[in-house]
Each structure stands twice: as C-alpha cells, then as structure tokens.
C-alpha cells in the first residue's frame, strides 16, 4: 500500500503564504498524478491543482496565479506553494496519488489532511 503524509498547514494572515507538502512512502511500484485538494465544512472537496509524473499541471481557476504545485520524484513528494492567500483558501487541505503499490491495481491514495486557515 501507499500512505500520505501531509504537513506545512497552520495559521496566516490574509496575504500571506504557507508551503504544504506531502511524502509518499510504502511499496510504492509508480506514481502516477499527484495533487492538491480542500474541504470546506459542508461543501464537497474541489479540486486545486494537480500534477503529472511529466510535470504537466493544471489548476483550479480560483488559484491560478497564486499557487504553484511542484514535485520531487525521487523523493515521492508533492508540493503546493501558496501565495496572496485569502480568506476563502481556508480549508482541510488533502493530497492524492494515483500510484500503483506492488501486488496493487492503479488506484488513487489520499493523506488524512493539513488545516489551512487564513484569518486577522
């Protein structure tokens, strides 16, 4: 199998950043697409951006310009740099990773989630 490791979420002021990032570890045999999620309390988890093994990415309109998603493949970890944070960025902040574990079937993995949350 494949866990998730979130870590970097905490407290910010509006305008200012966090960087999150999330390690890979267990029999992992490829990683496919990693990404980024939230949750917000009473609203269905969004996507907020994603990232092929090629480096290819994508975002989610409310967070382009603002946030950089980044992967080290060696080390089976993704990253999201966020920047100009708003209040409406506050969140649970998921990462995902279609991999293939060995013994395992392609499937997605998902970590247990870092709070983001931006406040005065």
């Known amino acids: 199998q494949v866990q998730l490791v979130e870590s970097g979420g905490g407290l910010v002021q509006p305008g200012g950043s966090l960087r999150l990032s999330c390690a890979a570890s267990g029999s992992i045999f490829s990683i496919r697409a990693m990404g980024w999620y939230r949750q917000c309390p009473g609203k269905q988890r969004e996507l907020v951006a994603a990232?092929?093994?090629?480096?290819?990415?994508n975002y989610a309109d409310s967070v382009k310009g603002r946030f950089t998603i980044s992967r080290d493949n060696a080390k089976n970890t993704v990253y999201l740099q966020m920047n100009s944070l708003k209040p409406e960025d506050t969140a649970v902040y998921y990462c995902k990773a279609n991999a293939i574990a060995t013994l395992s079937p392609l499937k997605d993995y998902w970590g247990q989630g870092t709070q983001v949350t931006v406040s005065s």
């Open positions: 990232i092929t093994s090629g480096g290819s990415t």
